[in-house]
């Protein structure tokens, strides 16, 4: 299996020097419906158009340019174009806030701003006036209003057009003499769980040493076509997007996150990486499905996901050999029934689905094992750019562990159980905030993660965010994020945020799939004028109460749910709810929630 992992100035050039005419890239244009390809040398032919076009806009050594968009293909034009004359990307969400972008444009002092669609220019219009360093919006989407004679603002078209008949080729090509790893290539700002964004630094030299890591972990080749679902800005996605060019995999751009599902049918990707969240969302699929067919056919699934999880799980994952009858079993279930199921999921070519970012319930891991689907679990952060540790293809893993190390890892485990972690994909620190950067490495030299785990076997097992751990008022931990994954998986509850922090028992906001829980409460005859109704209902919270009880029956007494308040709207980005990334900030919600919480506890 061949990969091309030249310095990121090169690497889009040189992967096509080799395939030349073959496709490439798979995407719709904004608001478009027929999808469209292009090839190697054409990905390689923009990219050299962005980085001549970025010259003549004067972006400098080392300079930070802003990429403010869902995925799209302008955006790795953009961030290739920006590497091949040795300039910064600074990707951001593509549903940051107005507040958010202002202090990355501040704080990165970014002149030039490349932006999605009409949403994305409209932010970036409204904070240009408080952002001193900001000169020009470069806009994706063709389809956006621009204010006429606005002269910051210019078409991705027109700023191509600047490049052109100006002669760049001798300055990109010095710059690219003059690139070294120690070159920053990412500046990417966490959004954090626990309050102010910080810059992560990436060189180019961590995305050399992750790729040639992973490539040797992680079987994506040339003949892969891959979904690109999560955000090109968050680092798993990044860091997967880079390993599959540098192989010559296709990449298939999906744009809007919700159409994934769609995309996937229309496409038959044979790999996609992604949150727990996609294939909590696929488990409760398959489940409704199951629960509302007829009782033979009930009957038949269990039977047969019974048989996958002997062959899958308890055999191949524990390097045990399943006997002949067992996988002759197998064999015919998964030609009549799991192919079917992967086929309405357009995942009839699967070869394997990296997974990480969150904690992975271990009905979602079983269930897609069960079926055939190669769940690879993996864990790491951006600090680490992308992969810590992940399951091995093909080799024995555990349900509910993160994997083995990948290789240039050094990782151990501090006396308090914290993951300490050194080796060349570890980033050197935070933008501006030398602060924190010393905070953050130990004294000899390991990035402390804040996460708290152990190791077995080889493997690497996760507990919790350190500073996440709950402590009861009757001095017993809490870990939420374990309980919050464990409930996730019913089908009625959408978001949930586990309460426990100096409190006397464990309690939760939920919000529900409303959409089911009106078609529950019709089917039973509850009448209700609105989600408020609904959410206080007697029969409604005990039918969820039931639920939750049989889900958190491995639990210890004292981390069960005891009480829950149903909430009528879900969490949000715009009430500082929840992080780029989607995960909750209990510090917020303890405000915005703190009548509700109360009231759980009142005796």
Known sequence: MMQINSHLSRLVHDVAAHYGDREALIYKNYGGQQWKSCSWNQFSGIVKQVSDAMLAMGVGVQENVGIFS????????????????????????????????????????????????QEQFDKARRVFPTCHSLERIIVFDPTVHVPDGDPTALSFTEF??????????????????????????????????????????????????????????????????????????????????????????????????????????????????????????????????????????????????????????????????????????????????????????????????????????????????????????????????????????????????????????????????EILLKGPTITRGYYNRDDITRQSFTADGYFRTGDSGYMKDGELFLKDRIKDLFKTSNGKYIAPQMIESKLLVDKYIDQIAIIADQRKF????????????????????????????????????QMLMDRIDTLQQQLAHYEQVKRFTLLPRAFSMERGELTNTLKIKRRVLNENYKAEIDKMYEE
């Open 160 to 417: 191509l057009k600047m490049g052109e008949g100006l002669n760049h080729k001798a300055e990109a090509e010095k710059r690219q003499s003059e690139a070294t790893m120690d070159d920053i290539a990412n500046i990417l700002y966490t959004s954090g769980t626990t309050g102010d964004s910080k810059g992560v630094i990436l060189s180019v030299g961590q995305f050399h040493a992750a790729l040639e890591a992973n490539h040797k972990d992680v079987p994506v080749d040339e003949n892969d076509r891959v979904m690109n679902f999560l955000p090109f800005t968050h680092i798993f996605e990044r860091g997967w997007a880079l390993l599959c060019i540098s192989v010559g995999a296709r990449l298939i751009v999906n744009t809007y996150p919700q159409e994934v599902q769609k995309s996937m049918r229309e496409q038959h990707p044979t790999c996609m990486s992604s949150v727990p969240r996609f294939w909590e969302k696929v488990y409760q699929g398959v489940q409704e499905k199951i629960e509302s067919s007829g009782a033979v056919q009930r009957t038949l699934f269990k039977h047969a996901l019974e048989v996958g999880r002997k062959h899958n799980i308890e055999c191949l994952a524990a390097g045990k050999q399943p006997s002949m009858a067992l996988h002759l079993e197998y064999e015919l279930l998964n030609k009549t029934v799991f192919s079917l199921v992967r086929k309405e999921l357009g995942l009839e070519n699967a070869h394997f689905f990296p997974t990480a970012g969150a904690t992975v319930s271990h009905h979602v891991e079983e269930f897609a094992h069960s079926i055939g689907l190669n769940m690879v679990v993996g864990y790491g952060l951006t600090e680490s750019l992308a992969t810590v540790t992940c399951d091995h293809l093909g080799k024995p893993f555990q349900v509910g562990s993160v994997g083995h190390p990948i290789q240039g890892i050094d990782l151990k485990i501090s006396e308090e159980g």
């Open 506 to 541: 464990v309690s939760a906001l939920i919000v529900p799939e409303y959409k089911l829980l009106e078609e529950y409460a019709r089917s039973h005859d509850i009448a209700f004028n609105s989600r408020e109704d609904l959410c206080r209902d007697k029969r409604i919270v």
């Open 70 to 117: 869902q995925n799209s293909v302008q955006y790795l034009f953009t961030d290739f174009g920006a590497w091949g004359i040795r300039a910064v990307t600074i990707p951001f969400y593509a549903t940051s806030s107005e507040q958010q972008i202002q202090f990355m444009i501040n704080d990165a002092r970014i002149r030039f701003l490349f932006v999605g669609e």
